[in-house]
């Protein structure tokens, strides 16, 4: 099995924090990342960004991701 980069570990670790966030906007109406950066601040709106562009990265190599 090949190893996974750096990256692959980055977007992995920034696409469960979106899953968090989402979780905990669906559960208790509370956004983490809005309680941290401000509400659509810059700063927010790059970690959005990066979450977003980390679950196009994982749906692309997903295939890779597959134990064997």
């Given amino acids: ?9 980055t977007a992995i670790l920034l696409v469960i924090i979106g899953g ?7 559960l208790f109406d509370f956004n983490l990342v809005a309680a941290i950066f401000g509400p659509m601040t810059t700063f927010s709106r790059i970690v959005y960004s990066l979450v ?12 890779r991701l597959t134990l064997e």
Avoid at 1 to 9: E, F, G, P, V
Avoid at 20 to 26: M, S
Wanted: overall charge negative.
């Fill in 52 to 63: 977003g562009l980390s679950a196009i990265y994982l749906s692309f190599i997903s295939t």
């Fill in 1 to 9: 099995m090949d190893r996974l980069s750096a990256l692959d570990w």
């Fill in 20 to 26: 968090l966030n989402w979780g905990l906007i669906g």
